[in-house]
């Protein structure tokens, strides 16, 4: 390459690494009064709650900081504590009859200082012994709550229950409408889809028989987007299908309007203007894929609820910081920047200016990483996500120091650095493809398979795997084209140095 | 010693820690003391809209640890909850803070007796009762309750298989590119380690996040593949050198091992380094203990490529040669030697 050719694309590669450092790391106010912000892809990057910073595209600093909102749930027949000494001061300013006949109702409940009341007849009897059947019902309604969570897959997520009979929920600040989600999973009962003039006239569509359930005529509740537009999508079976045709027969002369409901609340409703002959019906609306995803794991596991489940209520919702402290990200930036350092004194020290080939490989592969973890959807920055890419890191270090290396015996050997440079490269290739195709593939099997923290993590080891490949066999050769076409003295500015032989 | 002679020793430290590590797993689990499977917390609910200003709220904190001391119980945790509006409507999409409700959260031990949180509970609205500072008592609320997390163990299995089938796959293009022998011994590498970080992490009680075990194992399987990959590649080119036709199977192996030695032993040693760097970076936070941890997904899979591997494999690959020996009909002169007289 001659000099002028790589003088010129030196400054190119040099101006897209500024761009990218650019773009990727540095956030600035400006305007009038510094209202405008320009975010950076870092900044923009979305952040796991336990970190503590701003999660999301639209975060600013300002915003809530990680962490994330546990609610209370209440079961028919439990209050809190102080709900019952509230309820019951406000009694005794009216009638103290009144207040007596409320407490009569109440049985503090594990003990004398317990934080809940049971109510007797209802989850206990007069002598505060619960009753077997609450139980049971209150079981069945923990694991259905345990189902509706665990298929949100959000890493972080937490059931709890406190005092034997109340529900303790948590989910950590890093989707759109955690709110969404924590009220619709706290409905219970059987899913069921009426139909009538209004809401108050509307009769169940299917006119399930005693024998039969609603999964007898509904198979099950998927929710998806397409064009942007996201859907919640009931499958029907043959007798909910034929159902379905019969209900709507009259719709586009008449619009139909379907109720759906779980339990004794209404979830949504549906205006259908022609007959539906199809196995499946879609309801889009103002959803999100959140929100639709939510909608449908609420229909979902209401298909196998029986009618007379445990209804709850929503109460007691606090948020929480982060679980790791608010600092942690800055942390993970320091350690991120003693590392740099100490790698690139190495190279320097050992490579003299081919340090700089190293350098421009290393910040495209991190400007890489950065940028697939703001475009990813479900790749955020996370001590473990962080973890994987130090590990690529340390894999796109040692390529190449092994292609250096090599090209440094077959220079001392007294080849020209070009033939050098080539037949280290040849040498090497085939172990370092080896080890990168291996390592990539564990990685995104195990993505694959994995869900939540290790899924995220593997992804990120694999996608950093081949950009570390790409980087070591492919940018870094080309790197160190352009920059020795610039110098004449290519030995002294690799620090590579001929073999000396004795005369004989 | 030899390593050879020493294999049984090692194998059988290995054998020992992972089957008691398994009995303690399927027994005890691990310890997730960090995600609090069982606990008490006592709740301090406050209302700032009446009349708790900063000083009131350090007056309120201070009856707390009187109450505490009184009662002769002691804390693991204590934080500061800010309150939502309820979350009642169906249309909202987000939680919204009121900025008036606040709860001063204290977690216990799950072992924390009731009746010492029921005489802090008194002591502490006793002490309420009697601050003149706080003008509404009712205002704030004190309560204290059993608390036990409901384990989502989906992603446990999930990450378990996801390793399992990802390293049968990869071995699968160990074996087709370094020979079945190499696959085998990686397989064994990756079991040993991922099991022997579990093992010590459920033997040494270890405090982890639930999430980590699987974590773990999984880094500790890519590390083991990754030592292991050095070893193979350093055994194909011996393989093509014609000095080296006339070797045992342990011998070249052997002679592999040394020369890769401290190629794997400097990439142990920069992958601790950078661990240690960052535990020591994130010291004052949660984040420590997972990269402190994650040492033993470095040092495991070191023991055994040291330790294990050479001597394991020395054997693996003297039967395979056997018995591809033994399927070979006619023994001609190997390519290297036949080249090396040619010439």
């Known amino acids: ?504 | 010693m030899s390593k050879k002679k020493l294999l049984p020793i090692w194998a059988a430290v290995s054998a020992v820690l992972i089957i008691a590590g398994i009995v303690l797993m399927a027994v005890l689990g691990f310890n997730t003391s960090l995600d609090r499977p069982e606990y008490k917390t006592f709740d301090v609910y406050y209302n700032v809209v009446v009349d708790l200003n900063e000083e009131s709220k350090a007056a309120l904190e201070a009856h707390c640890e009187e109450a505490f001391a009184s009662a002769q119980v002691s804390y693991t945790d204590k934080v500061t909850l800010s309150g939502q509006s309820a979350p009642v409507s169906l249309t909202g999409t987000a939680f919204s803070e009121t900025g008036n409700d606040f709860l001063l959260r204290y977690t216990f031990s799950a072992e924390t007796d009731d009746a010492a949180l029921a005489s802090a509970k008194s002591a502490l609205e006793s002490a309420i009762d009697g601050d003149e500072t706080f003008a509404m008592p009712a205002e704030t609320y004190v309560s204290y309750a059993g608390v036990s997390l409901q384990p989502m163990n989906e992603a446990i299995w999930r990450g378990a298989v996801g390793i399992v089938v990802a390293v049968i796959v990869a071995l699968i293009y160990v074996a087709i590119r370094f020979g079945v022998g190499s696959a085998l011994t990686g397989l064994i590498a990756c079991v040993n380690d991922a099991f022997l970080v579990l093992a010590i992490l459920a033997i040494a009680r270890i405090p982890v996040y639930a999430f980590a075990p699987m974590l773990y194992a999984a880094i500790a399987a890519v590390v083991s593949v990754a030592f292991w990959l050095i070893r193979c590649m350093k055994l194909r080119d011996s393989a093509k050198d014609p000095a080296n036709s006339a070797l045992s199977a342990e011998e070249a192996v052997d002679r592999a091992c040394r020369a890769t030695d401290k190629t794997v032993l400097i990439a142990a040693l920069v992958m601790a380094v950078l661990l240690i760097v960052c535990t020591a970076c994130t010291f004052t936070t949660g984040a420590m203990l997972i990269f402190a941890e994650a040492l033993l997904c470095v040092l495991v899979p070191l023991y055994f490529s040291m330790l294990l591997a050479p001597a394991l494999h020395g054997k693996v690959k003297g039967a395979f040669d056997r018995l591809k020996a033994k399927r070979t009909r006619y023994t001609g002169k190997k390519k290297s030697v036949k080249a090396e007289s040619d010439n």
Not at chain 1, 109 to 114: I, L, M
Not at chain 1, 263 to 274: F, P
């Open chain 1, 1 to 504: 390459m001659g000099k002028t050719k790589s003088v010129i694309l030196l400054i190119v590669y040099t101006l897209v690494i500024a761009v990218l450092c650019f773009i990727c790391t540095v956030s600035f106010s400006y305007g009038p009064d510094n209202m405008q912000t320009f975010s950076s892809v870092m900044r923009m990057m979305e952040k796991d709650a336990d970190l503590g910073l701003a999660y999301g595209a639209n975060a600013d600093a300002g915003a809530y900081i990680g962490g994330g909102y546990s609610a209370v749930y209440y079961p028919d027949g439990v209050i809190s504590a102080k709900e019952y000494e509230d309820n019951l001061a406000g009694l005794r300013e009216t009638s103290e009859e009144d207040a007596a006949e409320y407490a009569a109702q109440y049985v503090r409940y594990p003990d004398a200082s317990g934080a809940i009341y049971l109510e007797i007849g209802k989850a206990c009897d007069e002598n505060g012994v619960v009753d077997a059947s609450f139980a049971e019902d209150f079981s069945e309604a923990v694991d259905t709550i345990m189902e509706r969570y665990s298929r949100l897959r959000e890493d972080g997520a937490r059931v709890e229950i406190a005092d034997n009979y109340t529900v303790r929920v948590f989910l950590p600040a890093m989707m759109d409408s955690e709110y969404v989600a924590i009220n619709r999973f706290s409905y219970m009962g059987e899913m069921s889809i009426r139909t009538g003039a209004s809401e108050e006239e509307a009769t169940d569509l299917f006119g399930i028989r005693s024998d039969e359930t609603i999964a007898d005529y509904v198979t099950n509740v998927t929710s998806g987007t397409t064009a942007g537009t996201s859907f919640v999508e009931f499958h029907f079976t043959e007798a909910g299908q034929a159902a379905m045709n019969t209900a709507t027969a009259g719709a586009a002369e008449t619009a139909v309007t379907l109720y759906f409901y779980i339990g004794d609340s209404l979830i949504m409703n549906l205006s259908v203007a022609e007959q539906m002959t199809e196995s499946s019906i879609y309801v889009t609306g103002s959803y999100t894929a959140e929100t639709a995803a939510v909608t449908a794991t609420l229909f979902d596991t209401a298909l196998d609820a029986s009618s007379d489940s445990l209804s709850f209520t929503v109460g007691d919702a606090f948020f929480h910081e982060a679980l790791y402290g608010g600092e942690t990200v800055i942390m993970l930036y320091i350690a991120f920047g003693v590392l740099f350092v100490a790698m690139m004194a190495f190279f320097f020290i050992r490579y003299r200016r081919l340090g700089f080939v190293h350098l421009y490989t290393f910040l495209l592969f991190t400007f890489a990483m950065i940028l697939c973890g703001w475009a990813i959807d479900f790749v955020y920055l996370s001590v473990e996500s962080f973890l994987a890419f130090l590990l690529a890191g340390v894999l796109l270090c040692a390529s190449n120091i092994v292609t250096f290396e090599a090209a440094r015996k077959e220079y001392a050997l007294g080849k020209t650095m070009a033939s050098s440079v080539k037949t280290g490269y040849r040498k090497c290739f085939w172990k370092l493809f080896d080890l990168h195709i291996v390592l990539a593939v564990i990685a995104f099997l195990v993505s694959a398979i994995a869900i939540e923290a290790l899924q995220v993590a593997a992804f990120v080891l694999g996608l950093a795997v081949v950009f570390s490949g790409i980087g070591s066999l492919l940018v870094n050769r080309f790197g160190w084209a352009v920059m020795m076409g610039t110098t004449k003295r290519q030995g002294a500015f690799c620090n590579f140095k001929r073999e000396e032989v004795e005369d004989e």
